[in-house]
């Protein structure tokens, strides 16, 4: 589901994304991407409190009574989930936000964590979270990707869309993560045909 908040930003025109092969991507041209942890974190922790993420779940879930952030490391923290969501009726929803800041046509499905230990990223590790709020800061805009059928969709489509769309590497202190970028569109599609189940 995708959801468009209060924008942060005028928003940046959409551009239909190309299929080219992954070697002419520019983001693939030149030196890896360094991640430094402490950037990466505070970055991260100032879009917890960012005022479009509340309009967002209000829209997504009409009978929302709180959105609260999980902030402390924990068995939440560890299993993905930054926001816990609680509906008039009690039920309740977990959220693994993700924020990028540039207006990117993909979704980048973090593949590894760590490419040489081979920590599974995730989108394929376990989550505890029901879905991945993954927000594109410039447009003020945000898919609401359910994390059990985007998983699937990964399992049925993963290694067709490293050959189509190819890897992006960022290079950490001790470590490089690998992400696979996959055009919105193409994942959304292929979520609803993880949820068929024959």
């Not at 709180?66 to 929803?93: F, H, K, M, N, P």
Request: glycine residues 6%; contains cysteine.
């Amino acid at each position: 589901m995708t959801f468009t908040p209060e924008p942060i930003t005028p928003p940046v025109p959409s551009r239909r994304m190309e299929h080219r092969p992954a070697a002419r991507d520019r983001r693939a041209a030149g030196s890896p991407r360094v991640h430094r942890f402490r950037d990466s974190l505070a970055l991260s922790e100032s879009f917890v409190d960012a005022d479009w993420w509340l309009p967002l779940y209000r829209r997504a879930f009409p009978t929302m009574v709180s959105a609260v952030a999980v902030r402390e490391d924990g068995w939440a923290q560890r299993g993905g989930i930054d926001r816990l969501l609680t509906l008039s009726c009690g039920r309740t929803y977990t959220v693994d936000e993700k924020v990028r800041m540039h207006d990117w046509p993909d979704v980048l499905l973090e593949r590894w964590s760590d490419e040489a230990r081979r920590v599974p990223g995730w989108i394929q590790k376990p989550l505890a979270a029901d879905f991945i709020g993954y927000a594109y800061a410039p447009a003020g805009m945000c898919l609401l990707l359910p994390v059990v059928p985007l998983q699937r969709a990964w399992r049925q489509h993963g290694r067709k869309w490293i050959d189509l769309y190819g890897t992006r590497s960022a290079q950490n202190p001790g470590y490089v993560s690998v992400g696979v970028p996959v055009p919105r569109h193409v994942l959304m599609q292929a979520i609803v045909e993880a949820m068929m189940i024959n």
